[in-house]
Antibody, heavy 123, light 108 residues
Framework: EVHLVESGGGLVQPGGSLRLSCAAS????????INWVRQAPGKGLEWVSV???????YYADSVKGRFTISRDNSKNTVYLQMNSLRAEDTAVYYC?????????????????WGKGATVTVSS | DIRMTQSPSSLSASVGDRVTLTCRAS??????LNWYQQRPGKAPRLLIY???SLQSGVPSRFSGSGSGTDFTLTISSLQPEDFATYYC??????????FGQGTKLEIK
């Protein structure tokens, strides 16, 4: 069975840093697309970042230059390093596996999600 | 950026009701549209991908339709566990995915 487990959340002051981890079981992170999606309190879902199987990385404009996604294949874990944190980064952060279906074109969707890690940025 | 707008924002219904939720894209996205269910305090769960394909393990009372800019998610007969928030997501412009603001389905 496929599982993703986030860890590393917590309370951090504005301007501080935090690193989230997404440990995978039942899948190999280096063979998959792994996303980070966040949800601010009482709000909707916001895509944050992705690391592709080939190693390419992408970021939402709201976090570009401050967040870095990476992976450690030996630990089968994806990381999200978050620097220069702001109050508006307060959210539950989910990692999610992205899958592609081929049927009248390519269709991408997130089919496996972790339970989430809570990040609170406050003084 | 592609904007996704869901309607209504909230909906009250009863067990056994048939309900239809709507999602509109700011530009044509073909059938690059996914639906997720999120129960309170839980992670999102994929229901429908490619606008109308049912994810494995999802009950057949859920169905999706649409193409271009207008999409619907229909629940044919509401069950108690279906009261949750539903999000649409466009996958037309990877990796910059955007979600709708959600429709909260509440018990009447």
């Amino acid at each position: 069975e496929v599982h993703l487990v986030e860890s590393g959340g917590g309370l951090v002051q504005p301007g501080g840093s935090l690193r989230l981890s997404c440990a995978a079981s039942g899948l190999t992170v280096s063979d998959n697309y792994i996303n980070w999606v966040r949800q601010a309190p009482g709000k909707g879902l916001e895509w944050v970042s992705v690391i592709y199987a080939g190693g390419d990385t992408y970021y939402a404009d709201s976090v570009k230059g401050r967040f870095t996604i990476s992976r450690d294949n030996s630990k089968n874990t994806v990381y999200l390093q978050m620097n220069s944190l702001r109050a508006e980064d307060t959210a539950v952060y989910y990692c999610a596996r992205e899958t592609v279906a081929v049927a009248r074109g390519y269709h991408f969707y997130m089919d496996v999600w972790g339970k989430g890690a809570t990040v609170t940025v406050s003084s | 950026d592609i904007r996704m707008t869901q309607s209504p924002s909230s909906l009250s219904a009863s067990v056994g009701d048939r309900v239809t939720l709507t999602c509109r894209a700011s530009q044509s996205i073909s059938t690059k549209l996914n639906w997720y269910q999120q129960r309170p305090g839980k992670a999102p769960r994929l229901l429908i991908y490619a606008a109308s394909s049912l994810q494995s393990g999802v009950p057949s009372r859920f169905s999706g339709s649409g193409s271009g800019t207008d999409f619907t998610l229909t629940i044919s007969s509401l069950q108690p566990e279906d009261f949750a928030t539903y999000y649409c997501q466009q996958s037309y412009s990877p990796p910059m995915y955007t979600f709708g603001q959600g429709t909260k389905l509440e018990i009447k």
